[in-house]
């Protein structure tokens, strides 16, 4: 098991910014997400990047969200930018393709 701590939400205003950041308990090898679950939905992957720095993003944040990684540092973040009120979600960061717990997220509200 890994366990991972996110950090950096809050609370912007529509097209604001905000840079999240998850640091893991170990390195990690495999593939990393960044999840969302807004309320009365369930968590979606919107981000992921592997090892070698390699990223897909789902749809509705191509162009506004960039996942990277310090492998050094065992931390991944999610620079969000354009910032619209249906992003408000508890953001998650876990391995994608290995089941593991999750933490507590971090929660983003986009709201004027």
């Known amino acids: 098991q890994v366990q991972f701590v996110e950090a950096g939400g809050g609370l912007v205003q529509p097209g604001g910014s905000l840079k999240l950041s998850c640091t893991a308990s170990?390195?990690?090898?495999?593939?990393v997400g960044w999840y969302r679950q807004a309320p009365a939905k369930q968590r979606e992957l919107v981000a992921a990047?592997?090892?070698?720095?390699?990223?897909n993003y789902e749809d509705s944040v191509k162009g506004r969200f960039t996942i990277s990684r310090d492998n050094g540092k065992r931390t991944v973040f999610l620079q969000i930018n354009s910032l619209k009120p249906e992003d408000t979600a508890v953001y998650y960061c876990?391995?994608?393709?290995?089941?593991?717990?999750w933490g507590q997220g971090t929660q983003v509200t986009v709201s004027s």
């Open positions: 990047i592997t090892l070698g720095g390699r990223t």
């Open positions: 876990n391995l994608v393709t290995i089941e593991n717990s």
């Open positions: 170990r390195n990690i090898v495999n593939q």
